[in-house]
């Protein structure tokens, strides 16, 4: 049977939908729906005239597990092989990250010194919590917060400093609400299937897809990459998917194409735009934030888009910031600031460090970025409609002075306020999902949830997360 399917959302999700989609001969047309002017969602790049690129959305793309093989897998199909920019496992940048602590910037621990010896702002070797870890009882909860798993096993000061702040340099997220089941299923999944993270870890808890990688994903485990990017930026991804999918004859795209309503009409779905038009589809995929699809839902769909609602998402302001000279006092990926330092203030990334390529051309400068609000948004700044690109500006800067002892002025800024940005997995999150697919399956509504309102929030995990729903309508391509 020939279907009609339309992807909600040209971000990088809907994107990936479309291209797995668009192999399939049973699907005689999909029509891609995207409220703004360009697809790509927060995959945004600024490109200067000099040469100088600067991310306002995701930087470095993480090559690891069957996620991050697919992703580089589809950067090989549309030929950007030449356009990588890998980062290597003895990179500076992968060596070194830092936490800003009491004042001070502290080197997170790496390698087996860094774990035996006390080191700042530790008050003792990191191995005595590994070790204990391997002895504590598993936990009986079907769900716990992230802070509160890493406290019961490895104790109260990594779950305060350390996770607290990779939560939020993840997540823009509070460790106290996330869930760890749904932030971090492999420390989950470990303690269930192994009794212990570290015993996981070590021997692995199994499952997960399978994703046959390509020479690029090949060479990337052979160079042991820890990150990568693309040298015209990350945006370059999702401009090379659209204009493969535009020289697919079966694809429209629709820019300025915002959904207004849904509506189940004989089995399909009637879909309502801002405009005024109106279209047919026998299936949708959303990949919507999970509050803006419970906005266009029939009424009959209530106790769904109630569902919908429930997942919250925060604001994160971005600054991007040029230097004149090489202003760093270390050198490495960047630093987080736990809550409890700065709540307002997530952490800086010293993106010349890991792709220099990014650098304008003639002279040395050194670019950061500083990353701001998310669940502490509104405590900080107030409401976000509200508070000025000076503010934040200030504010950034006023921390890479603090931070990094800057005393120099930047010579280029730019200020981008994310509104819900990142969704925020809270406390179970997993049942949440299972009632919203359970209903959509009961009613046998032909929809699918995509996107990083679902099954993680990485780069990696929304184009795998469109890769699915294409394949759970059309079978494995």
Not at 109 to 128: A, E, L, N, W
Not at 341 to 366: A, C, I, K, M
Not at 403 to 410: A, F, I, K, R, T
């Amino acid at each position: 049977m020939q279907k009609v399917v339309a992807v909600l959302g040209g971000g990088i999700g809907g994107l990936s939908a479309c291209h797995h989609l668009s192999k399939c001969p049973n699907v005689s047309k999909i029509v891609l729906l995207e409220k703004s002017g360009r697809c790509g969602g927060w995959l945004s790049t600024i490109r200067r005239d000099d040469g100088a690129v600067f991310e306002q959305g995701p930087r470095g793309v993480r090559p690891a597990g069957a996620v991050g093989r697919n992703t580089l897998n589809l950067v090989s199909e549309l030929g950007l092989e030449s356009e990588i920019l890998p980062v290597t496992k003895d990179h500076v940048a992968s060596k070194n990250r830092f936490l800003y602590v009491k004042g001070q910037l502290h080197k997170m621990p790496s390698g087996p010194g860094g774990v035996i010896r006390t080191i700042p702002p530790f008050s003792r070797p990191i191995i005595q919590s590994v070790l204990k870890e391997m002895l504590i009882r598993k936990g009986t909860e079907e769900d716990e917060s992230v802070h509160a798993f890493v406290s019961r096993r490895l104790g109260s000061e990594l779950a305060d400093v350390v996770i607290d702040s990779l939560c939020r340099g993840v997540f823009a997220g509070d460790s106290r609400q996330l869930s760890v089941r749904s932030c971090f299923p492999p420390l989950y999944e470990a303690e269930r299937s192994r009794g212990s993270i570290v015993l996981g870890m070590l021997m692995g808890s199994g499952g997960g897809p399978k994703v046959v990688p390509s020479d690029l994903a090949k060479r990337a485990s052979k160079e042991s990459w820890t990150q990568w990017s693309l040298r015209r930026g990350m945006q370059a991804f999702p401009e090379a998917l659209e204009d493969m999918l535009k020289r697919r004859e079966r694809v429209e795209h629709h820019h300025h194409a915002k959904v207004t309503s849904l509506n189940m009409n004989g089995g399909g779905w009637e879909i309502k735009l801002d405009d005024g038009i109106s279209l047919k589809a026998d299936h949708v995929i959303s990949t919507l934030p999970a509050s803006e699809l419970a906005s266009v839902l029939p009424p009959a769909a209530q106790p769904l888009s109630e569902q919908l609602r429930s997942i919250a998402s925060v604001n994160v302001a971005v600054v991007n910031l040029e230097y004149e000279g090489f202003i760093l006092p270390v050198t490495g990926f960047g630093h987080l600031v736990p809550s409890s330092e700065d709540p307002g203030l997530l952490g800086v990334v010293y993106d010349s460090v890991p792709f220099p390529q990014h650098n304008r051309s003639g002279g040395l400068t050194t670019r950061l970025t500083v990353m701001m609000g998310g669940a502490w948004f509104e405590q900080t700044f107030g409401h976000p409609d509200s508070v000025t690109k000076q503010t934040l500006l200030d504010r950034a800067t006023q921390a890479v002075t603090s931070h990094l002892g800057v005393n120099s002025q930047p010579v280029w800024s730019c200020v981008a306020l994310h509104k819900n940005c990142i969704p925020q997995y809270h406390l179970g999150h997993w049942k949440r999902l299972e009632k919203m697919r359970q209903y959509i399956s009961n009613h046998n509504l032909p929809l699918t949830l995509a996107g990083a309102s679902y099954d993680g929030v990485s780069v990696n995990d929304v184009i795998f997360s469109g890769r699915t729903a294409a394949e759970g309508l059309i079978g494995k391509t």
